[in-house]
T-cell receptor, first 114, second 113 residues
């Protein structure tokens, strides 16, 4: 299957700082990427849909000023958690569409805010 | 509004037997369905998918069945192996317009030796 690389896999940051997570499609161009958040023992919650060259579409209840998404190229989307707080600690996952019907996921990023 | 539901949070199966994971959906506009396998602290891994124009798709030990009239799909794993122990998510989408995937809650499958 298609390869999606997410970096970093784990990050610890201090409360009030910002953290950037990268999502790259390694062997295909992705016009659409998705960002998810997973709480412990819960399903994946879609945060936003990222389209190359345009503004991201955020799901209801997701603060767009807190979770900044940039999709500057067909192979890279970034999620920046701004002014992080302990309640932002979670597992964040990106996925990318290959242009077909299937979507492939990155390895995920475990964010811990202390 | 939970459009995709996996009503069994967990399932335990003996090694070598068949594992059957179930998924129900409510949105009749969904036309593509996928199954993912997920280990803790990792992203989901794509397993198998099926288009709404089919009722069965098979790939090795994995078979997905779709019953459109019942809005129900199932994933069969046979024979089950210890490495199959993971959380399985079903997902559905509307293909046109690259619509987002809608996930079920997941089913934790445990394969016992």
């Amino acid at each position: 299957g298609a390869v999606v690389s997410q970096h970093p896999s784990r990050v610890i940051c201090k409360s009030g700082t910002s953290v950037k997570i990268e999502c790259r499609s390694l062997d295909f161009q992705a016009t659409t990427m998705f960002w998810y958040r997973q709480f412990p023992k819960k399903s994946l919650m879609l945060m936003a849909t990222s389209n190359e060259g345009s503004k991201a579409t955020y799901e209801q209840g997701v603060e767009k000023d807190k979770f900044l998404i940039n999709h500057a190229s067909l192979t890279l989307s970034t999620l920046t958690v701004t002014s992080a707080h302990p309640e932002d600690s979670s597992f964040y996952i990106c996925s990318a569409d290959t242009g077909g019907a299937s979507a492939f996921f990155g390895q995920g990023t475990r964010l811990t805010v202390v | 509004d939970q459009q995709v539901k996996q009503n069994s949070p967990s399932l335990s199966v003996q090694e070598g037997r068949i594992s059957i994971l179930n998924c129900d959906y409510t949105n009749s506009m969904f036309d593509y369905f996928l199954w993912y396998k997920k280990y803790p602290a990792e992203g989901p891994t794509f397993l198998i998918s099926i288009s709404s124009i089919k009722d069965k798709n098979e790939d090795g030990r994995f078979t997905v069945f779709l019953n459109k009239s019942a809005k129900h799909l199932s994933l069969h794993i046979v024979p089950s192996q210890p490495g199959d122990s993971a959380v399985y998510f079903c997902a559905a989408r509307i293909i046109q317009g690259a619509q987002k995937l809608v996930f079920g809650q997941g089913t934790r499958l445990t394969i016992n030796p």
